[in-house]
Protein backbone atom coordinates (compact mmCIF):
# COMPACT_ATOMS: atom_id res chain seq x y z
CA UNK A 1 0.00 0.00 0.00
CA UNK A 2 1.59 3.37 -0.79
CA UNK A 3 2.16 6.40 1.84
CA UNK A 4 0.31 9.04 0.95
CA UNK A 5 0.68 12.59 2.75
CA UNK A 6 -3.04 13.43 2.47
CA UNK A 7 -4.58 13.08 5.47
CA UNK A 8 -7.55 11.80 4.25
CA UNK A 9 -6.39 8.78 2.76
CA UNK A 10 -7.01 6.62 6.04
CA UNK A 11 -10.69 7.58 5.95
CA UNK A 12 -11.22 6.49 2.71
CA UNK A 13 -10.28 2.81 3.55
CA UNK A 14 -13.70 0.84 4.48
CA UNK A 15 -11.88 -1.67 6.96
CA UNK A 16 -10.69 1.49 8.77
CA UNK A 17 -13.75 3.01 9.18
CA UNK A 18 -15.59 0.14 10.54
CA UNK A 19 -12.27 -0.08 12.77
CA UNK A 20 -13.07 3.34 14.49
CA UNK A 21 -17.04 2.84 14.63
CA UNK A 22 -16.95 -0.29 16.46
CA UNK A 23 -14.65 1.74 18.90
CA UNK A 24 -16.50 4.53 19.21
CA UNK A 25 -19.58 2.03 19.67
CA UNK A 26 -17.94 -0.31 22.44
CA UNK A 27 -16.75 2.90 24.49
CA UNK A 28 -20.35 4.46 23.87
CA UNK A 29 -21.57 0.74 24.99
CA UNK A 30 -19.35 0.51 28.21
CA UNK A 31 -19.72 4.46 29.20
CA UNK A 32 -23.64 3.67 29.39
CA UNK A 33 -23.32 0.73 30.44
CA UNK A 34 -21.98 2.95 33.71
CA UNK A 35 -24.85 5.53 34.05
CA UNK A 36 -27.42 2.44 33.56
CA UNK A 37 -25.85 0.69 36.15
CA UNK A 38 -25.20 3.95 38.87
CA UNK A 39 -29.30 4.80 37.90
CA UNK A 40 -30.35 1.48 38.74
CA UNK A 41 -28.23 1.02 42.22
CA UNK A 42 -29.50 4.76 43.19
CA UNK A 43 -33.23 3.74 41.97
CA UNK A 44 -33.32 1.23 45.05
CA UNK A 45 -35.60 1.80 47.69
CA UNK A 46 -32.70 3.72 50.55
CA UNK A 47 -30.01 4.00 47.99
CA UNK A 48 -27.65 6.89 48.98
CA UNK A 49 -23.67 7.33 47.67
CA UNK A 50 -22.54 4.88 49.96
CA UNK A 51 -24.06 1.54 48.24
CA UNK A 52 -23.26 3.13 44.84
CA UNK A 53 -19.38 3.78 45.75
CA UNK A 54 -19.58 0.56 46.65
CA UNK A 55 -20.76 -1.11 43.65
CA UNK A 56 -18.89 0.81 41.39
CA UNK A 57 -15.72 -0.39 43.44
CA UNK A 58 -16.69 -3.88 42.74
CA UNK A 59 -17.37 -3.06 39.19
CA UNK A 60 -13.58 -1.43 38.84
CA UNK A 61 -11.84 -4.01 40.76
CA UNK A 62 -11.46 -6.67 38.89
CA UNK A 63 -10.57 -4.66 35.56
CA UNK A 64 -8.21 -2.97 38.25
CA UNK A 65 -6.44 -6.30 38.75
CA UNK A 66 -6.63 -8.12 35.38
CA UNK A 67 -4.80 -4.75 33.63
CA UNK A 68 -1.79 -5.30 36.42
CA UNK A 69 -1.56 -8.64 36.06
CA UNK A 70 -2.10 -8.53 32.43
CA UNK A 71 0.40 -5.47 32.08
CA UNK A 72 3.09 -7.48 33.94
CA UNK A 73 2.73 -10.92 31.73
CA UNK A 74 3.34 -8.81 28.96
CA UNK A 75 5.93 -6.85 29.94
CA UNK A 76 8.17 -9.99 31.33
CA UNK A 77 6.95 -12.48 28.09
CA UNK A 78 8.52 -12.71 24.90
CA UNK A 79 6.73 -10.56 21.78
CA UNK A 80 5.68 -13.99 19.52
CA UNK A 81 3.27 -15.18 23.22
CA UNK A 82 1.67 -11.77 23.12
CA UNK A 83 1.21 -12.30 18.91
CA UNK A 84 0.19 -15.46 19.37
CA UNK A 85 -2.58 -14.74 22.41
CA UNK A 86 -3.92 -11.90 20.97
CA UNK A 87 -4.06 -13.66 17.37
CA UNK A 88 -5.91 -16.25 19.56
CA UNK A 89 -8.49 -14.05 21.32
Known amino acids: ?42 ALPGASAGPLSLVLACQALPQLVFILVGGAWASRSPVSSESTGALAV
Open 1 to 42: MAVSSDGWSLWRDRRFVLLVWARVVSVLGNSFAQLALALAVL
